[in-house]
């Protein structure tokens, strides 16, 4: 499973990105999809996840201002990030948790992230 993360890139506070994680290899489906960050000097941490029925999970940093979305015949997962603060600078992965060919689950595919930073 090869996962091609795109749309960071260096925006001003208040602006707005929209990230895109493809999937792309041998799965037969894809259940839970996420986008993560790690900023500078800080650990990982999980920004948002929508399942495969659709249900999203928010931080609490980001609530309100970001939103993830997936298109399934695409095998794709976004984030919408609006009104974007200095601290939302990071590098954002995205991960994938699929189905095999074989109908057994297969978690922790990871992206290889993209640079965010917001200029204040």
């Known amino acids: 499973v090869q996962l091609q993360a795109s749309g960071g890139g260096l925006v001003q506070a208040g602006g707005s990105l929209t990230l895109t994680c493809a999937a792309s290899?041998?799965?037969?489906?894809?259940?839970?999809m996420a986008w993560y960050r790690q900023a500078p000097g800080k650990q990982r941490e999980l920004v948002a996840n929508i399942n495969n029925r659709g249900s999203t999970n928010y931080a609490g940093s980001v609530k309100g201002r970001f939103t993830i979305s997936r298109d399934n015949a695409k095998n794709t997962v976004y984030l919408q990030m609006n009104n974007l603060k200095s601290e939302d600078t990071a590098v954002y992965y995205c991960?994938?948790?699929?189905?095999?060919?074989?109908?057994?689950?297969?978690?922790?595919?990871w992206g290889q992230g993209t640079l965010v930073t917001v200029s204040s």
């Open positions: 290899g041998g799965f037969d489906r894809i259940n839970n």
């Open positions: 991960r994938v948790d699929v189905i095999n060919s074989a109908q057994v689950p297969v978690p922790n595919y």
